[in-house]
């Protein structure tokens, strides 16, 4: 047994067994192991972002880390910015990043690279494996450290010659850890002041999102009156028919602060206080009001599901939410494919219980505000910021939950970041529909250009953010990476071709023609 | 004026005039500035890896450096694998990446990362620009830096209220500091060393692989009759017909081991000694004979113009090379499309002075070994390792030199990652011709694969280094993106199709289903 050999057993003994890779020569070892082994599923990306991003799907669904293959430094660098969202999004996730033997470090080869460094800046833990037989140990901890809180991401650097070296034995996995309980002093705290008469917010984040965790929290509602928002960029919201509704907490500061400027205390569950995307000139990052108390009930990373049950019990709330989300009577829109129009197809035609990857931009919080009462589902949306997240996210979801449809809404400007991910649904025959939401232009920042005051734009500005010239066919780029795909004019032949995707199970790409 | 406009003003007084850019809302004085600038052409790319290979290309045909701009930590991580290539081909390259204002860091805000972290670790100099003021005195100071020795990456970090914030005046641009001489030592014991009698080669690399540089060694070699080599991916080989001839290093190390064992002496001029691109078990890294002497003329940052025409000088060189590459008889290959056969088209057609962009990794060597008495053009390689160069280096490439032929040499697996270049080619209207070696494969990877001793593979194995399963269609995703495509099935076909597009003015692409 070789190091490399010794940690796929690691890691499947620890519960990882699905790996996102883009390998190269020095994988070489790692890549014959995981082809030894029954237990682990390859799943060949075509470019490290996807596979980062596909990782981050897969965590977000699974509750547990996928592995990731990363060639050296390169390989690394090209993973980060779906890291960074990965991050953002509190998830498990295990890099296994390649590296040069030890003792070719030192020749400067053309891609030697400073490996350390660059796992230091997107790993909250990365260690570099000293010896064959500390490869599966540090597999080990890399998932022990992974699973840490709500979840984080760790990195293992392994030098080829350690992959290729005998090792004894592959190491034990260790406990997982279990998550922290949120202070006694917190929920008594938080206890006292839903009884206080000030107008409450109760914001939430993380886990705090999930079906049960909303079902507590919309207790304490009803017994409080307290109003219930989500986080702007929620990792994994379950909402829609039959769940407890939440405001979502919009995207620019300006309507943040008018939708927190009634309140009197805010309580924070799994989530921070808002604060601006952006900053703009002479506009506050700081968005909650001076007046407001602001207490933390439980962070991201303690348990958040004991916290909000002992709250609950402390205020005596009833043992069901009051308010739940009524199914509303599905429509189906006609005329120009505005996103509104997309929304209420969305909201008629979802399935029950399937996934959406948002990555709409401008068209997403139309079509998110529009199937508010659609059947029951799971959104996800753009955590860190980082563009090119929602093609792989859909991907890493769609590999984790393989009954479950996913609906991919992906805005044209950040789908090309990442386009790649279709070839991958298309291997693997991941059940993704993929809305492509085509209106050739970097649309939000035509709006962010007047907002951070950037005086009046001339042509030469605005063809900075424009995408056509020439225009893009996601239709045709879709079809070079073998998934079946069909282009909609209006909301008419848009609802007709997303009826049909939602009764076939197979990758296909619906590419909308937007009207704004 | 603010900041940004300052700055703007200052990297054009310092003779920087094109941007490839792809920005977000905190650039968007930046963009509004470039907008204003009469002198600055923006070029929009959908990736920051396409922008900093376009910005290597650039700089490689300009010799002096293109600006990036990039969004943010996300930017600069998307950006570094190509930053990693562009160092190693030593070009001067300046990026302009935004961060969050100064006051704004401290919210943590979805996008939040360290940028200088990431800047330090894929730039030779760096720095945050402390004030409005600052931001054009950092701009100055970053095209002095990048214009260091045979060329750095010099990347300013923009915080975005330096942007918006009045700025008194635009600093003036500094003057560029000469090449160093190199050491008068270093070249009186070279020619010694050509005199003493041994086998000698003399392995050139950087701008020692320029016609008069060439030229100026073929006459040492006239004189002295060592053997001319050539670093194994030189950013900018000028070679064909008319020009002195060069034995290019192999990649595999056991052939570099044999080119280099008759050899008692080695000189080196702008390179380095040959290494092992990969460590493999049982076998060397350091590829020199132990018995072979290593002399060192100049090094890649210094005078190696200056250099060479002393050593030629001084060992009383003849004015002149003696021998020359001699113009092939063109032919044209029936049958199969092998690569040979390929090289042997191009050979026949390339246009003179035409540029020649090789990420063709196993069939680009063959293309290569093809075209040696091709007519006189450049051929610009793969530098770093990090695949994903190609597309955008030929694209900086043809903004550089409008009036050039540009042909891509595109292996299938390297050019998806960042496939994305095609649009922007078309948007340009570049004259660039893709040649996209369709193998369906990472076929390098199979060849590895048994050179790392990773034992027999299995058909799992063998899969994750498979690219069909769906096999792509790059005709299909070059038209999605505007570009002209056709497919090529055999030699006549392809011979055909790329006599047409050597004499149409426009970005095209031809897609080699490759026979090995």
Known sequence: MNGAEALLRTLVDSGVDVCFANPGTSEMQLVSAIGQSDAMRPILCLFEGVVTGAADGYARMADKPAATLLHLGSGISNAMANLHNAKRARV???????????????????LT?????????CSAWSRVAESADDLSVSGAQAVQAAMQGAGAIATVIVPANHAWDEAKEAAPALAASQLQLAAEEA??????????????AILLGGRALREHNLAAAGRIAAASGATLLCETFPARLQRGAGRVPVQRVPYFGEQVAELLQPFEQLILVGSAAPVSFFAYPGKPSWLTPESCDIHTLASVDEDINTALLALADKIDAPATPTTLVQRNQPTSPSGPLTPMAIGETLSALLPQHCIVSDEGATCGLSIYAATERATAHDWLTLTGGAIGQGLPLSLGAAIACPNRKVVALQADGSGMYTIQALWTMAREQTDVTIVLLNNRSYAILNIELARVGAGEPNAKTLSMLDLSNPDMSFVDMARGMGVAATRAE??????????????TKRPQLIEAMVSQ
């Not at 929920?187 to 409450?200: E, F, M």
């Not at 209006?490 to 009764?503: C, D, L, P, R, V």
């Open 490 to 503: 209006n909301a008419e032949e848009f609802h007709q071709q997303f009826a049909t995707a939602m009764t």
């Open 92 to 110: 498990p996730l295990v890099n296994i990043v390649g590296d040069h033997a030890t003792y070719h470090q030192q020749y400067d080869a053309p």
């Open 187 to 200: 929920i008594a705290t938080v206890a006292d002041a839903l009884g206080n008469g000030k107008r409450t």
């Open 113 to 121: 690279a400073d490996v350390p460094a660059r796992a230091r800046i």
